[in-house]
T-cell receptor, first 110, second 111 residues
Framework: NAGVTQTPKFQVLKTGQSMTLQCAQDMNHEYMSWYRQDPGMGLRLIHYSVGAGITDQGEVPNGYNVSRSTTEDFPLRLLSAAPSQTSVYFC?????????FGPGTRLTVL | GESVGLHLPTLSVQEGDNSIINCAYSNSASDYFIWYKQESGKGPQFIIDIRSNMDKRQGQRVTVLLNKTVKHLSLQIAATQPGDSAVYFCAENQGAQKLVFGQGTRLTINP
């Protein structure tokens, strides 16, 4: 199993650009989530999904969209990037209690 | 607002000593907590969890203690090794795998 994979590893955007962060898992997990981690901080939940076709907002959802068309994939879309969205983004998946995190995407918005 | 918080941002211990990392929470209804380890450049890694019907849970070289009276939990690492160097987070699982993280404690091991 590859576990949770994220692409790209690094990305630089200009203010106003849009992009999609990809997340995939091959463990047949029902739950998937997106978090952001700012320097010196813990992770904060952006959006999460409890199954294909079902998504909901977390603590900091503004400026981000998600969809869950398959069990395996959970992409995160930035509609119009802002410097405040500079952060490291982590995707996670779980079947029950233990969450597995991906390696992260480091995003810089200029 | 934040429902979990760590007491110290940094902790330095001698190799071979025991490490204790503390965390406080504010919601007395919280019933499920998880400790994560995050090494530089990587995602968080599950260490151990505990539910509110337990006071103590042990894993390999790690023990988590939960004191519901004072809303406090701690992670104890026995015989700390260089590979234990990382940032440690406590997190509350609020259901549907929604995690609320504390700010983290950076553990440094001195040789």
């Amino acid at each position: 199993n590859a576990g949770v994979t994220q692409t790209p590893k690094f990305q630089v955007l200009k203010t106003g650009q849009s992009m999609t962060l990809q997340c995939a898992q091959d463990m047949n997990h029902e739950y998937m989530s997106w978090y952001r981690q700012d320097p010196g901080m813990g992770l904060r939940l952006i959006h999460y999904s409890v199954g294909a076709g079902i998504t909901d907002q977390g603590e900091v959802p503004n400026g981000y969209n998600v969809s869950r068309s398959t069990t395996e994939d959970f992409p995160l879309r930035l509609l119009s990037a802002a410097p405040s969205q500079t952060s490291v983004y982590f995707c996670a998946s779980s079947k029950r209690d233990e969450q597995f995190f991906g390696p992260g995407t480091r995003l810089t918005v200029l | 607002g934040e429902s979990v918080g760590l007491h110290l941002p940094t902790l330095s211990v001698q190799e071979g000593d025991n490490s204790i990392i503390n965390c406080a929470y504010s919601n007395s209804a919280s019933d499920y907590f998880i400790w994560y380890k995050q090494e530089s450049g990587k995602g968080p890694q599950f260490i151990i969890d505990i539910r509110s019907n337990m006071d103590k849970r042990q894993g390999q070289r790690v023990t988590v203690l939960l004191n519901k009276t004072v809303k406090h939990l701690s992670l104890q690492i026995a015989a700390t090794q260089p590979g234990d160097s990382a940032v440690y987070f406590c997190a509350e699982n609020q259901g549907a795998q929604k995690l609320v993280f504390g700010q983290g404690t950076r553990l440094t091991i001195n040789p």
